[in-house]
């Protein structure tokens, strides 16, 4: 089971809507979940702690490694799909456990996080169906290559980036939307004039989309 952090609903509700948050490389648990608080009531967040330690509080879902001599970095993809098993069965878990409304169940990645959310949902679309990808792409070794339109029929995407990004060029994500659009899946991309992270607009945008899909 892998260890997470919880905002219960600040009302009484039977069957919550869930709102999953996977946090960045190098980060943990704390780091998205400093939204919490500013997200509608009704919600059960669950902040979720990547499985690799690197030491000193910072944590990853799958190893970067960087080669020197052709200065570029790969990912470890083995370590990637274990911990999208891992995040898999974890939801099970929280879906059994809070009772939760299966029809709202939002997932927020941020970077590798949102690199694991895109995988996550493009692998199981009746299940998590809301997806919001904050900084991150599609990595195409990860998701089923014979998907049809017809199967991702239900998906529903919230994209941002930073347009001076350096860590994940926007480019990245800008290349990854004519994917979506080949599976014909509905999505937002906004951009904003931020580096690596999530400015204020970007929050109150997400926050909205968000909203407007519980009701």
């Known amino acids: 089971m892998l260890e997470y952090i919880k905002r219960l609903p600040k009302v009484s509700i039977e069957n919550p809507p869930l709102l999953l948050l996977l946090h960045g490389y190098g980060s943990n648990e704390e780091d998205l979940f400093s939204f919490a608080s500013e997200l509608p009531e009704e919600l059960l967040i669950i902040s979720v702690r990547a499985p690799l330690s690197l030491g000193f509080g910072s944590f990853a879902w799958y190893s970067i490694n960087f080669d020197a001599s052709s200065q570029s970095k790969f990912s470890n993809l083995e ?3 274990e911990s ?10 929280v879906v059994q456990e809070y009772q939760v409304d299966t029809q709202k169940l939002f997932v927020l990645g941020f970077s590798q996080g949102a690199i694991l959310s895109y995988a ?13 990808a904050l900084s991150g792409y599609i990595n195409t070794e990860l998701i089923p290559q014979n998907l049809t339109a017809n199967q991702c029929k239900n998906l529903d995407f919230f994209i941002s980036h930073g347009t001076v990004d350096q860590v994940l060029p926007i480019d990245w994500t800008r290349n990854s939307l004519p994917i979506l659009d080949s599976l014909k899946i509905k999505y937002i ?17 997400f926050k909205k989309w968000i909203v407007e899909r519980l009701n």
């Open 120 to 132: 996550l949902s493009l692998r199981n679309p009746n299940k998590m169906n809301k997806v919001l």
């Open 189 to 205: 991309f906004n951009e904003y004039p931020v580096g690596h992270g999530v400015n204020p607009q970007n929050f109150e945008d």
């Open 79 to 81: 370590e990637a799909r």
């Open 84 to 93: 999208i098993h891992k995040i898999e069965n974890f939801i099970d878990t």
